[in-house]
């Protein structure tokens, strides 16, 4: 017992010394932009040091985020995250999703809004990467996609540090590089297989999915007749795949050739309850609706969201969910204590109860401008006041954790 008060004399040392330097830093931020980077080593003077066993007792403690500043504080604090993250036993705290802007060509830093605390965060650009580079697409885990001029195709993650090499593009399409296409990548079992989608541009028709396993020297397209997807997610180890006509399909692909086991009949929930639900104020405009795919709570959610065709402003959103016993899609009025994040490519889900700064029943949603929550409940929209409109920026929710 007589060695309590010496721990935890040096663990809230520790953490009064961490997290001074921390509020000094972002107190010193411009309050015009509200913008931070976060420090480096030469920024802060070196700490005494501390055993191992108490730094790894604080960053258990500590969100993902708060580790990477934790790291920047010293040489020896920087030893101690790369252990521990390094660790089998680490578990990443759940957060809430930030919003990365994202220029057609990478920079020097990444910039990244986080909804609950609506503020920017500048984080600096670890990778090299080929004059002519696009990032084109992501995965809700906090990986992205960049695609070279060349064709050269890696997935990266910007908060890890890791780089995963993937087939080149062109032996999927044969123009990979034009501006307008977009893609959606999804990995499987310990990163071991990967499987990708195009979601966006001219290449959309018909075979717009493929296969390969992480080391593969060429993509494995699927051989689909008058098919196409909108959307794709991987899980429990299956890509589900969300057709054009509304149909779910369910793909093993962890078998050396990957094949179609199981389909939702294909219908849209819109023309049933649309009416219903979402209370159109202008009724001479008529609905269109995009429709994507997300994880929640071990479920696989439909998210339609409906809008204007006129001016295709958001009027609302349609959420069901997959019923794998009877095979058919439930509408739902609740999310029960979650919320959706909605880009112009993907829709990824967290709960208020894992992120207690975040509010259930909530749809985040029209990044470009100005964010938007929708309360699916409430049926209403409501805008945020700060600007997210950047020149040349795409938009993806990524999980700021390795």
Not at 15 to 29: C, D, E, R, V
Not at 249 to 260: A, G, R
Not at 303 to 316: F, K, L, P
Not at 376 to 385: A, I, P, S
């Amino acid at each position: 017992m007589d060695c309590l008060p010496s721990i935890s004399f040096f663990f809230f040392n520790t953490l009064s010394f961490f997290f001074s330097k921390t509020l000094s830093f972002f107190s010193s931020q411009s309050e015009k932009t509200k913008t931070s980077r976060l420090p480096n080593e030469s920024s802060i003077r070196q700490p005494n040091c501390f055993q191992t066993d108490v730094l790894e007792l604080i960053l258990q403690r500590l969100a993902f985020i708060d580790i990477v500043r934790f790291g920047a504080v010293c040489s020896t604090w920087k030893t101690a995250v790369d252990s521990y993250i390094s660790s089998p036993t680490y578990r990443p705290f759940a957060q809430a999703p930030w919003l990365l802007h994202s220029c057609n060509e990478p920079e020097n830093y990444w910039r990244f809004f986080n909804p609950t605390e609506t503020k920017f965060y500048n984080v600096g650009n670890c990778f090299g990467f080929a004059p002519k580079s696009w990032i084109t697409g992501s995965l809700d885990d906090g990986w992205l996609l960049i695609l070279e001029e060349t064709s050269n195709t890696f997935l990266v993650n910007q908060f890890s540090r890791r780089k995963i090499q993937l087939p080149f593009l062109n032996t999927f399409i044969t123009s990979p590089k034009v501006p307008d296409i977009r893609y959606k990548v999804v990995l499987g079992k310990n990163s071991s297989v990967a499987a990708i989608m195009i979601c966006e541009g001219s290449y959309c028709w018909p075979k717009n999915l493929a296969f390969c396993k992480i080391g593969d020297n060429a993509w494995k397209p699927t051989r689909m007749e008058n098919q196409s997807y909108l959307d794709i997610i991987c899980h429990n180890d299956e890509i589900h795949a969300l057709s054009s006509t509304g149909e779910v399909d369910i793909w093993d692909f962890l078998s050396p050739f990957p094949t179609k086991t199981t389909d939702f009949g294909g219908f849209s929930v819109i023309p049933i309850i649309v009416d219903q639900w979402l209370p159109f104020v202008n009724i001479y405009a008529e609905p269109a609706s995009i429709a994507y795919l997300t994880k929640s709570l071990d479920e696989v959610l439909i998210v339609e969201q409906i809008m204007y065709s006129d001016r295709m402003q958001t009027s609302g959103f349609i959420v069901s969910k997959l019923d794998y016993k009877e095979e058919k899609r439930i509408p739902l009025q609740n999310l029960h204590g979650r919320a959706i994040f909605i880009s112009p490519l993907s829709a990824i889900s967290a709960s208020a109860l894992d992120c207690p700064e975040l509010e259930g029943n909530l749809i985040y949603c029209d990044p470009k401008n100005y964010l938007a929550v929708y309360n699916l409940e409430e049926q209403k929209v409501k805008r945020y006041e700060k600007k997210l409109k950047t020149s040349n920026s795409e938009y993806f929710w990524v999980f700021p954790n390795p």
